[in-house]
C-alpha cells in the first residue's frame, strides 16, 4: 500500500504516543502562560499546519477567551515589521520545523521576552531550537508529501494544551477516546474505496463546513489538490452565500461536513440550498439521517463535541484524497512540482 | 453601460468624498483608542470586506505594531462564546449593515467595554447604530451585486484610520493621490476590454500575490468568481508552495499582482516557476519589464508604496471581472443565485 494509507493508518497509535511524550513539557507552558498572565495568543504557520492554526484559533480562543491571531509572517520577513508580542503566547507550527518565516516570528518574540513554543516533527529542528517550548509530535517519519499525521498530531497538541491552561476534564477525558474512535472511523470509512470511483473523473469540487471544521475543510482541499490535482476550494457555509455561491451549477460536486453540533443547523440549510440547485452532495456526518440528502455519505462516529469531531472528518478526508489518487491513477506520495520541505521567507 | 462599470469608474470621486465625510470621526476615534491605550485589534467581517479586513490585518498591525486579530464570528453567534475585547478596538466592516454575526461581535466588545467602530455604507444600518463610531462609505447606492465602490472605500478609511493613527503624513499625502491614481489606472487599463478576449473560455484560474496585495488576490478571485462563474482561488505566493503547486499544468491560467516594492522578488520568482511549468501567465504590475514574461499584461501606476498598489490592483480586477463577464455574455451586475444583501448569523 501507499505510504499516505500507511501512515493515515499509524494515526491512533501516533496520538496515543505523541501525548505520553508531551504531558510534563504542557505542563511547563500551562506554568509559564499563566505566570506571565498572557493576553493574546499569535500563532505562525504555513500550509497544512496552518490549517492547524486555523482549529486553534477556535480552541484557543473559545476555551481560553484570549484572542487568538493567525500572524501574517510576511509582515517580519518581507516587510521587516514587527508586532507588540512582549505579553503573548506566540506559538509556530510546521512539520519540518524549518519554515524560515514561521522561524523569524518566533525570534521576534524571544527578543521581545514574549512566551513562544513550537510544534514541530523534529526535535532539532531550528524551529524547535527557537522556541522556549517544544512541543514534539513523535510522529516518526512521515515519508508521503501530503502530511496526515503530523497534521493530526498538531490538532492533539494544539487542544491538548488548551484542555490542560483551561483545567478541562470533560475536554481531557473526550480527547483520550480519540484514538480509539480514530480507529472506529477507519472501520465505518472503509468503504470510501468503493465510493470514490464514482468521483474517478471529477474535476473540480467545493469543500464546505461551518465553525471550527472550517479548518478541516481547508485541509481536506488541500490534500485533494496536492493528491489529485483537482481544483477543491474551501469555503466557510457562511462565506459560501457571499459570492461564491453563484458558481454552483447542476452536478457541481460539493463535500460538506455536517457533524452533529452546533454547526449543523447551518450546515443542513446550505445542504437544502445546494439540492435546490441540483449539486452533486458528498455529506460526512455521524447523522446517518442525512445521507438520504446525499449522493455519497461517508460516516464518522458519534460525538457533538465541535472540538472532536475534526480528529474523525479530517481521517475520512485523508483517506478520500488518497483513495481518489489511487482511483485516478496517481501516487500521492508524490505530487509533481513539490518537495516535503518547504521554506519561505 | 452595466452599472458595475458605472459604479468601477466612480471610485476617483467617492474616495475623495469619503475622506471628506469622515475626517472628524476618524479624528474622535483615535483620540478614544489612545486615550484607551488599546493593546489589540478585532476585525469582524465577511464576503468582501472580509477581504477589506485582511488589508487592514497588514496596515493596522505594520503602521501600529499592534496585534491584529480577524474575528470568527461563529465564536459569538453559534458557539455562544466570547473573547476578552475590553482593551481592544474591535472594528466590524459591512457594505449593507446588516450582517448579523458582525453586529453580534460588536454587541459583545460595547458589553465589555472596548473601543467599537463600524465600517458601512448605511447611516441607519443596525452595525452603524451599535457601534460607537460609525466610518460611512459614502459612496451612494451600489446597485450592482458584485461590491467596487465599497470595497474601496473600506480600504481607504481604514487606511485613512491607521494614518491618523500613526500620524504618518507621508502616508497621508500619498493617499490624497489615490483618486489621481485610481484615474491613471482607467487610463492605461483601459485595453482591458481588448484582451480580455483571449480568456473568453477560461474554465478556471489562479490568483497569486504577497504580503498585503493578497487580501487583492482574494478579491479578484472573488469578483471573477460571482460575475464570471469561472473557478478561481486566490493563494499568497508562499502558501502556493505548500501543496496547491501541484495542481499547475500546461496552460493553466494564473494572474499575479507583481508591483514593484517588497513582493517583487518573491512575485517574480513565483513567475518564473510558473513559466517553467508553461503555465498562462497574466501579470498585473507596473513594472513593464515584466510584460515579456506574460502572456497578457495589465499595467498599473508607478507607486513602490505597498499601502498603495492595493488600489490600483483592485481597480484593475473589477475591470478585468467586468469586462471578462461580458465578453462571455454574462450580466455582472445580477449574477445567478445571490442576493445583493446577505445576512449570515
Request: one cysteine or more; glycine letters at 4%; charged letters at 20%.
Amino acid at each position: 500500500m501507499v505510504q499516505m494509507w500507511e501512515e493515515i493508518m499509524e494515526q491512533p497509535t501516533v496520538l496515543g504516543r505523541c501525548l505520553h511524550t508531551n504531558e510534563k513539557v504542557i505542563a511547563s507552558l500551562v506554568t509559564a502562560v499563566k505566570n506571565r498572565n498572557v493576553s493574546s495568543i499569535i500563532i505562525a504557520a504555513r500550509g497544512t499546519s496552518d490549517h492547524a492554526a486555523v482549529y486553534g484559533k477556535y480552541v484557543l480562543e473559545m476555551l481560553t477567551g484570549i484572542p487568538v491571531s493567525l500572524a501574517a509572517p510576511s509582515i517580519f520577513t518581507m516587510y521587516g515589521k514587527s508586532v507588540q508580542m512582549g505579553n503573548s503566547l506566540v506559538l509556530g507550527i510546521s512539520q519540518s520545523g524549518k519554515a524560515a518565516d514561521v522561524a523569524e516570528v518566533i525570534r521576534a518574540a524571544n527578543a521581545q521576552g514574549a512566551v513562544t513554543a513550537a510544534i514541530t516533527n523534529f526535535t532539532d529542528s531550528p524551529l524547535a531550537v527557537e522556541a522556549q517550548y517544544h512541543l514534539f509530535c513523535d510522529c516518526g517519519l512521515e515519508r508521503s508529501v501530503a502530511a496526515t499525521k503530523t497534521f493530526t498530531a498538531q490538532l492533539y497538541l494544539i487542544s491538548q494544551l488548551a484542555a490542560a491552561w483551561t483545567c478541562n476534564e470533560d475536554f481531557k477525558r473526550a480527547l483520550a477516546e480519540v484514538p480509539e474512535g480514530l480507529k472506529k472511523t477507519f472501520e465505518e470509512a472503509q468503504d470510501v474505496e468503493t465510493k470514490v470511483e464514482r468521483y474517478r473523473f471529477m474535476k473540480e469540487c467545493f469543500v464546505l463546513a461551518r465553525g471550527v471544521n472550517y479548518a478541516i475543510a481547508l485541509e481536506s482541499a488541500l490534500k485533494i489538490q496536492e493528491t489529485t490535482y483537482t481544483r477543491a476550494k474551501a469555503f466557510a457555509t457562511s462565506d459560501f452565500h457571499h459570492g461564491p455561491f453563484a458558481m454552483i451549477e447542476k452536478d457541481m460536486p460539493v463535500i460538506v461536513y455536517a457533524p452533529e453540533g452546533p454547526s449543523l443547523k447551518d450546515v443542513t440549510g446550505m445542504i437544502q440550498k445546494l439540492r435546490e440547485h441540483e449539486a452533486e452532495i458528498v455529506i460526512v456526518s455521524n447523522k446517518e439521517e442525512l445521507a438520504q440528502y446525499s449522493n455519497c455519505f461517508l460516516k464518522i462516529p458519534k460525538t457533538d463535541n465541535d472540538f472532536i469531531s475534526p480528529f474523525y472528518n479530517v481521517a475520512v478526508a485523508q483517506m478520500f484524497a488518497c483513495r481518489l489518487a489511487l482511483a485516478k491513477g496517481l501516487n500521492p506520495d508524490s505530487p509533481r512540482g513539490l518537495n516535503k520541505v518547504t521554506i519561505t521567507r
